[in-house]
Structure formats: structure tokens, C-alpha cells
């Protein structure tokens, strides 16, 4: 989205950022502009393409060129190999389509000359469309037309997270919000009228208001911005929205409802224990997801103390990036784990060398950096990285969690808990944080795996007729709005 956002002040990156080693690196992307949510279906449009791109380009340049500024480790720098990097999206026209651009940019095409092979006759083979390269998408069958629904929580089909979210729109904010901003949106009515009748333009529908309105701003050369969309007007909707969206993919005290950023937790550390565990031969990991995954990930992580922009929606393929490095000056052998450390970057909207990642500390500390074992620590006491755990946490009991549910651990029982409806927690087993001092097991693997194949993204409210659901074994990507 291009609603601005303020520029995040934050500290810059250390130089002795250039002596260091990156091992390995997590990127979490939103997709890049597409049509209306409330105009099914969505499709990623030519500017949106162009900005996965333009952000694929970038990491590229950061990571994987032979002049990489931060260059991973070992990682090829012309022909892709697959070994090294996985991608994942779901099965949704906008996060598939955005993935597949992300990844063009990622590792372009090479040309007649690596393009190309020898037979064995010595007949010569070119790759089509000049050495385009082909990668792997993994595709989660849970978050299907994600971006054609209209709810953040819709697609994780976590009981809990349900209700918890539902409760904000029992609480005295929701209610104030709710009548004050009326007359505002009944002022809208000229602009939205083809799509939201008089009882559906309120805050109950604050985001898709403000979505169908942005994409207005972006694309519908015929709407008067002097009387009609004015940017304070299109700013007013973008501040209502923030709000409305936030408070169903995040509240401290009740930790559930930030289902999606728990699970992604998981995953980050399951990818990046990967890493380690394989010395390096796992390098890169490249998903891509909703808004909704980054606004409960960012509640989770503290990341609101840092800047109170981190409440908002992300715009547009907005990144945060997970690097994970050791002060070394070289990768071999592989470092051990104490000297191993991740560090945070974060960009809004479509990043470039004009416009790059800024690091933020996170979990409410000070260091834009940190031991490989206290981030495991940090990350370990929220996240959700087992199928037994998710559907504890959730309360499920049917479906995918009929098997488990009779041997379900109490949350709060101890450090394999896992995350209560209500309460904070237990979150991944303290297994997956075993790579501190080389004690990982192959369980911790497994264990985040199974998670990846269960379920992530926020389902809290089902509004009219813009639900969408998903099944229980969802996989590694976060599904939401």
C-alpha cells in the first residue's frame, strides 16, 4: 500500500557490519499492490509485480551477486541451486503471483551461455526465455484465496484465536471507535457505495474500506482527490484501519490471538536451527504472506516499543528480514554456536538500494543483535512449533487435532507448554532452542515441521459473505488478508 507510513527511525546498521559473515537468512514478505479485496478475485497488478521485483533485486544484490554487499556464505551467485534456498506461498493468486516475481529478481535469468547445455549427440540446448531459472514454490493447501477474504483471522482456523479476537469488538475502544467515526464513513458514501451499502459503511469495516479507497488512489484515474478522496481523507481511513487491525491480530493479554506470529516464530527458528544444523547448506529461506503475520509477529517480538509505526498496517511488499551471521571473517569451518548471532532488519513497502532494511532490536532490548541463544530463548517463549502445541493452544479437537487432543499438555505447564488462549507461553519446545551448544536433535526438526504442515495466519471474524476458511494442515506459509 502506499499510505505513508512514517519514515522508522531507527539506529543504523554497525560498520563492522562488513567484517561479519552472513550463514543464513530468513525474508518474510507482503505481497506487492493488487486489485480490491472487496472486488474478488484479487490479482497482483503490473505495478505490484514490478515491486516484488524491484525487492527481489535488491536482496539479491545484498546477498547473492558476486559484489553482494552481505553476501551469504557459499550461496551460488548465478545458477540457482535448489539445495540452497526454499520458497514457500499459498495457493493465492496475489502471494503466489508475488513470489514468483520476488524470486525473478532473486536469481534473474542467465543468458544464452550458462542458459545453455551439450548433449551428448553434442546437439546444443537453450534454456527458453534467455536462462529464466526455475525455483521450487512449496504451496499450503490452508491459506487458498487468502487475499480474497476479508478477515485477518481467515484462515487459521484456531478456535481460540477466534474468540479472542472477536472479543474486541465487545470493548468499550471498539464501541467509541464504532460511533465517532460514523458520520465520517457515511461521508464516504459517494466513493463506496458500489460496493458497501449504508449498513456496512462503518469501522466494522474499516480495513476493506480502506483498501477498495487506496486502490481507488493508486489506480482510478477518473475519482476526484480535491473533493472527494483527499489525502486527509484516504489518511483517516489508512489511521482507522491501522487500528481495527491490529486489535484483531494482537493483545497482550491474550497472547492466542496472535496465532500467525507465534507459528511464524516457529518456522524462523526451524529454518534457521536448519542452518546450523546443516552447517550452512541450508542458506535461504523465502516466504511470503499477509499483513496479518507481521502485525501479531511484531506484538509478539515488542517491536511497538521500538516505533509506534510498527502498530500499522505494512504496505505493500514490505520485507522483514531474519540474518543469521557470526563476526568471523570467514564461514569455514562452520562457526559453533556461541559464536553465532541474529540480527533483525525491517522495510516498509518496496525496498531498494533507495530505500533499504533498517535493523530494530527486538523483544524490548537494546542490541540490534543478538547471541544465537538468546534469540532462541526470546522466540522459544512464544512460539508454536508442533501440531500437539497448536492444538492446545487453539482448543481444537476435531479434525487434524483428534489424535492429539487426549494427550494435549495444560498450558503453563511447563517449558513445553504451549501458548493458552489467555495466557503467554510455552511455545516451542526447548528442544528446537537445543542448537545452543550443539545439542539440536533431529525432534526439533520435525517437531517445527509438523507445525508448518498445520496451520498458520489469524481467522478471527467471519464477516457476510467474505469469510474464507481453511483446512487444519496448513503448511509453511502465514495465510491472512
Same mark, same amino acid.
Given at each position: 500500500m502506499y499510505s505513508p507510513w512514517l519514515l522508522l527511525v531507527a539506529v543504523t546498521l554497525p560498520l563492522s557490519e562488513a567484517a561479519q559473515t552472513i550463514l543464513g537468512v530468513y525474508i518474510f514478505s507482503r505481497h506487492g499492490d493488487r486489485t480490491a479485496k472487496s472486488t474478488p478475485p484479487a490479482n497482483l497488478t503490473d505495478l505490484g509485480y514490478q515491486e516484488v521485483f524491484t525487492s527481489g533485486t535488491y536482496f539479491r544484490d545484498r546477498y547473492i551477486s558476486s559484489n553482494a554487499s552481505s553476501k551469504i556464505a557459499g550461496i551460488n551467485t548465478d545458477l540457482v541451486k535448489l539445495s540452497q534456498i526454499t520458497a514457500s506461498a499459498p495457493l493465492d493468486n496475489v502471494l503466489m503471483s508475488s513470489t514468483?516475481? $520476488?524470486?525473478?529478481?532473486?536469481?534473474?535469468?542467465?543468458?544464452?551461455?550458462?542458459?545453455?547445455?551439450?548433449?551428448?549427440?553434442?546437439?546444443?540446448?537453450?534454456?527458453?526465455?534467455?536462462? #529464466?531459472?526455475? @525455483?521450487?514454490?512449496?504451496?499450503?493447501?490452508?491459506?487458498?484465496?487468502?487475499?480474497?477474504?476479508?478477515?485477518?483471522?481467515?484462515?487459521?482456523?484456531?478456535?481460540?484465536?477466534?474468540?479472542?479476537?472477536?472479543?474486541?469488538?465487545?470493548?468499550?475502544?471498539?464501541?467509541?471507535?464504532?460511533?465517532?467515526?460514523?458520520?465520517?464513513?457515511?461521508?464516504?458514501?459517494?466513493?463506496?457505495?458500489?460496493?458497501?451499502?449504508?449498513? *456496512?459503511?462503518?469501522?466494522?469495516?474499516?480495513?476493506?474500506i480502506f483498501d477498495l479507497l487506496n486502490v481507488a488512489s493508486i489506480h482510478n484515474a477518473t475519482i476526484n482527490s480535491s473533493t472527494l478522496l483527499t489525502p486527509t481523507t484516504l489518511s483517516q481511513?489508512?489511521?482507522?484501519?491501522?487500528?481495527? +487491525?491490529?486489535?484483531?491480530? #494482537?493483545?497482550?493479554?491474550?497472547?492466542?490471538?496472535? @496465532?500467525?506470529?507465534?507459528?511464524?516464530?516457529? *518456522?524462523?527458528?526451524?529454518?534457521?536451527?536448519?542452518?546450523?544444523?546443516?552447517? /550452512?547448506?541450508?542458506?535461504?529461506?523465502?516466504? $511470503? /504472506?499477509?499483513? /496479518?503475520?507481521? *502485525?501479531?509477529?511484531?506484538?509478539?517480538?515488542?517491536?511497538?516499543?521500538?516505533?509506534?509505526? $510498527? #502498530?500499522?498496517?505494512?504496505? #505493500?511488499?514490505?520485507?522483514?528480514?531474519? +540474518?543469521? $551471521?557470526?563476526?568471523?571473517?570467514?564461514? +569455514?569451518?562452520?562457526?559453533?554456536?556461541?559464536?553465532?548471532?541474529v540480527r533483525f532488519l525491517w522495510h516498509n513497502g518496496t525496498t531498494s538500494d533507495l530505500s533499504t532494511p533498517v535493523a530494530y532490536p527486538l523483544f524490548g532490548q537494546q542490541a540490534l543483535s543478538l547471541p544465537w541463544t538468546t534469540f532462541a530463548d526470546q522466540m522459544n517463549a512464544f512460539a508454536i512449533g508442533s501440531q500437539q502445541q497448536w492444538c492446545s493452544a487453539c482448543g481444537n479437537t476435531t479434525g487434524i487435532c483428534a489424535s492429539s487432543a487426549p494427550a494435549s499438555p495444560s498450558p503453563g505447564s511447563g517449558s513445553t507448554s504451549s501458548?493458552?488462549?489467555? /495466557?503467554?507461553?510455552?511455545?516451542?519446545?526447548? =528442544?528446537?532452542?537445543?542448537?545452543?551448544? =550443539?545439542?539440536?536433535?533431529?525432534a526439533v526438526v520435525l517437531g517445527a515441521e509438523a507445525l508448518i504442515m498445520l496451520a498458520a495466519g489469524l481467522r478471527v471474524v467471519r464477516k457476510a459473505a467474505l469469510g474464507g476458511g481453511q483446512n487444519g494442515s496448513a503448511a509453511a506459509a502465514l495465510t491472512k488478508a
Amino acid at each position: 500500500m502506499y499510505s505513508p507510513w512514517l519514515l522508522l527511525v531507527a539506529v543504523t546498521l554497525p560498520l563492522s557490519e562488513a567484517a561479519q559473515t552472513i550463514l543464513g537468512v530468513y525474508i518474510f514478505s507482503r505481497h506487492g499492490d493488487r486489485t480490491a479485496k472487496s472486488t474478488p478475485p484479487a490479482n497482483l497488478t503490473d505495478l505490484g509485480y514490478q515491486e516484488v521485483f524491484t525487492s527481489g533485486t535488491y536482496f539479491r544484490d545484498r546477498y547473492i551477486s558476486s559484489n553482494a554487499s552481505s553476501k551469504i556464505a557459499g550461496i551460488n551467485t548465478d545458477l540457482v541451486k535448489l539445495s540452497q534456498i526454499t520458497a514457500s506461498a499459498p495457493l493465492d493468486n496475489v502471494l503466489m503471483s508475488s513470489t514468483q516475481g $520476488f524470486l525473478q529478481g532473486l536469481y534473474p535469468p542467465v543468458g544464452t551461455t550458462l542458459g545453455s547445455s551439450i548433449l551428448r549427440n553434442n546437439t546444443v540446448v537453450q534454456a527458453p526465455l534467455n536462462g #529464466y531459472q526455475l @525455483i521450487p514454490i512449496e504451496t499450503v493447501t490452508s491459506g487458498t484465496g487468502s487475499e480474497d477474504s476479508a478477515w485477518l483471522q481467515g484462515s487459521s482456523n484456531c478456535a481460540n484465536a477466534e474468540i479472542s479476537s472477536n472479543e474486541y469488538f465487545t470493548t468499550p475502544e471498539y464501541m467509541s471507535l464504532s460511533n465517532s467515526s460514523m458520520d465520517f464513513y457515511t461521508s464516504l458514501t459517494p466513493m463506496i457505495n458500489g460496493t458497501f451499502n449504508n449498513s *456496512q459503511s462503518n469501522y466494522y469495516n474499516a480495513y476493506l474500506i480502506f483498501d477498495l479507497l487506496n486502490v481507488a488512489s493508486i489506480h482510478n484515474a477518473t475519482i476526484n482527490s480535491s473533493t472527494l478522496l483527499t489525502p486527509t481523507t484516504l489518511s483517516q481511513t489508512r489511521t482507522l484501519a491501522d487500528t481495527h +487491525e491490529w486489535n484483531l491480530a #494482537y493483545n497482550s493479554s491474550s497472547p492466542i490471538r496472535a @496465532i500467525t506470529g507465534a507459528t511464524l516464530a516457529a *518456522q524462523v527458528l526451524q529454518a534457521l536451527n536448519t542452518t546450523i544444523t546443516s552447517a /550452512g547448506k541450508s542458506k535461504l529461506n523465502v516466504q $511470503f /504472506g499477509a499483513y /496479518g503475520g507481521f *502485525q501479531s509477529f511484531f506484538g509478539l517480538a515488542q517491536l511497538p516499543q521500538q516505533n509506534s509505526d $510498527f #502498530y500499522g498496517v505494512p504496505d #505493500y511488499a514490505s520485507t522483514m528480514t531474519f +540474518e543469521l $551471521f557470526t563476526n568471523a571473517s570467514t564461514a +569455514e569451518p562452520f562457526p559453533a554456536v556461541e559464536d553465532i548471532s541474529v540480527r533483525f532488519l525491517w522495510h516498509n513497502g518496496t525496498t531498494s538500494d533507495l530505500s533499504t532494511p533498517v535493523a530494530y532490536p527486538l523483544f524490548g532490548q537494546q542490541a540490534l543483535s543478538l547471541p544465537w541463544t538468546t534469540f532462541a530463548d526470546q522466540m522459544n517463549a512464544f512460539a508454536i512449533g508442533s501440531q500437539q502445541q497448536w492444538c492446545s493452544a487453539c482448543g481444537n479437537t476435531t479434525g487434524i487435532c483428534a489424535s492429539s487432543a487426549p494427550a494435549s499438555p495444560s498450558p503453563g505447564s511447563g517449558s513445553t507448554s504451549s501458548a493458552s488462549a489467555s /495466557g503467554g507461553g510455552g511455545g516451542v519446545s526447548k =528442544a528446537v532452542a537445543g542448537v545452543i551448544g =550443539a545439542m539440536v536433535t533431529l525432534a526439533v526438526v520435525l517437531g517445527a515441521e509438523a507445525l508448518i504442515m498445520l496451520a498458520a495466519g489469524l481467522r478471527v471474524v467471519r464477516k457476510a459473505a467474505l469469510g474464507g476458511g481453511q483446512n487444519g494442515s496448513a503448511a509453511a506459509a502465514l495465510t491472512k488478508a
